[in-house]
């Protein structure tokens, strides 16, 4: 009985501690990749935020992107909103579509290994309950955009 507690107790211990490691995001290699696709005009332009370049490394576009260096208070706040808004459990859903843009957001850290990528461009559409919490991820990274580059992506038309 006793050893059945013991048990019960340690697995108790480990799944805590797993669940808070899964949603402390807050590593300190975390890149997060916005990319604006303009649809009919086959411009896509990608922008790579986090604390360092080396992080942005990870990232299989790393040679071809904005990059935008962040502090790690600016970074954490850009982590915050994404926790806030549930950013990993944002549903979205597929229907063929033709030339259509728009904005696909990723996050990855842990050199890479976890990526969680959300996107609301080409023939990939948020659901509409979840439109909200996208756009406010979505807002969170733009204000770092705009303040970091003169050439802050083109709205959506």
């Not at 309950?129 to 959506?156: L, T």
Request: proline share 2%.
């Amino acid at each position: 009985m006793k050893s059945l507690q013991i048990i019960l107790f340690l697995s108790t211990l480990i799944l805590g501690a797993c669940k808070k490691t899964e949603n402390n995001t807050t590593h300190k290699d975390v890149v997060i990749c916005y990319t604006f696709d303009e649809g009919f005009t086959g411009r896509v332009r990608h922008t790579l935020l986090s604390t360092s370049l080396k992080n942005m490394e990870q990232h299989e576009l790393h040679k071809t992107s904005q990059k935008v260096v962040l502090s790690k208070a600016e970074m954490k706040t850009i982590i915050s909103v994404f926790e806030k808004n549930d950013f990993k459990s944002i549903s979205t859903n597929t229907m063929p579509v033709a030339d259509r843009g728009g904005v696909q957001l990723e996050m990855r850290y842990g050199n890479g290994s976890v990526r969680i990528l959300k996107s609301d461009a080409n023939d990939s559409f948020v659901k509409e309950a979840d439109r909200p919490r996208f756009q406010n991820c979505r807002e969170a990274i733009e204000k770092h955009i705009k303040k970091a580059s003169n050439s802050f992506p083109a709205e959506e038309k």
